[in-house]
Nanobody
Framework: VQLQASGGGLVQAGGSLRLSCAVRGVDFSTRTMGWFRQAPGKERVFVGDISTSGATYYADSVKGRFTISRDNAKNTVSLQMNDLEAEDTAVYYC??????????????WGQGTLVTVSS
């Protein structure tokens, strides 16, 4: 499986960014897709995910500000981030959830994309 996240950059607090992740090597439409992030000096943490039916689930820290969507025709998953805060600064990764897997079993990752929020 190959995942390539893109769209990161430098943004001021309160601003917005949209990340995208292109997925290859997996039957995309049958997989729940997740977003994770890793802040400097910290462990990688769950941000949210989207099921095959389009149902979404978010970490409390981003609920109401971030929105995940998917395009099965293009094998892409997106993360719309609004009202960004300095605490959102991190490298963002997308990942694939195995069939009937749990949130502890995501894989793929790729290189990630850096989001820096200036306060």
């Amino acid at each position: 499986v190959q995942l390539q996240a893109s769209g990161g950059g430098l943004v001021q607090a309160g601003g917005s960014l949209r990340l995208s992740c292109a997925v290859r090597g997996v039957d995309f439409s049958t997989r729940t897709m997740g977003w994770f992030r890793q802040a400097p000096g910290k462990e990688r943490v769950f941000v949210g995910d989207i099921s095959t039916s389009g149902a979404t689930y978010y970490a409390d820290s981003v609920k109401g500000r971030f929105t995940i969507s998917r395009d099965n025709a293009k094998n892409t998953v997106s993360l719309q981030m609004n009202d960004l805060e300095a605490e959102d600064t991190a490298v963002y990764y997308c990942a694939v959830r195995p069939w009937r897997g749990t949130r502890n079993q995501y894989y793929g990752w790729g290189q990630g994309t850096l989001v820096t929020v200036s306060s």
